[in-house]
């Protein structure tokens, strides 16, 4: 089992940056990708970014491509989300999650192919 812990979190004003942090700890080494959700009020949790565990590789929703940046550490079992130019849309909770642990293909960008889901941190952009 893989269990995420967000943090960094904050009320920042339109145009401003911020830095999410997410520490997995658990079954890391099984993880193929890990990736960023956020919800809105009253609104469906939506994908915003993935990245592979053990590559590279990156994926983003559109909405943020260009402006938020996904990256990972393995060593620190860290994962963030660098989020520039906020905009008032951004507003929401931010959700880190880890997939299920199998073989099955499962798309990076659907929230049914995560299993493991942190608290969510809080995110609101004033504008």
């Known amino acids: 089992q893989v269990r995420p812990v967000e943090s960094g979190g904050g009320l920042v004003q339109a145009g401003a940056s911020l830095r999410l942090s997410c520490l997995f700890s658990?079954?890391?080494?099984?993880?193929?990708?890990v990736g960023w959700f956020r919800q809105a009020p009253g609104k469906e949790r939506e994908f915003v970014a993935a990245i592979s565990w053990h590559g590279d590789a990156t994926f983003y929703a559109e909405s943020v491509n260009g402006r938020f940046t996904i990256s990972k550490n393995k060593l620190q079992n860290t994962m963030w989300l660098q989020m520039n130019s906020l905009k008032s849309e951004d507003t929401g909770v931010y959700f880190c999650?880890?997939?299920?642990?199998?073989?099955?293909?499962?798309?990076?960008?659907?929230?049914?192919?995560?299993?493991?889901w942190g608290q969510g941190t809080q995110v609101t952009v004033s504008s």
């Open positions: 999650a880890a997939p299920y642990d199998d073989t099955k293909a499962r798309p990076w960008n659907e929230r049914s192919s995560y299993a493991y």
């Open positions: 658990g079954r890391t080494f099984s993880n193929r990708f």
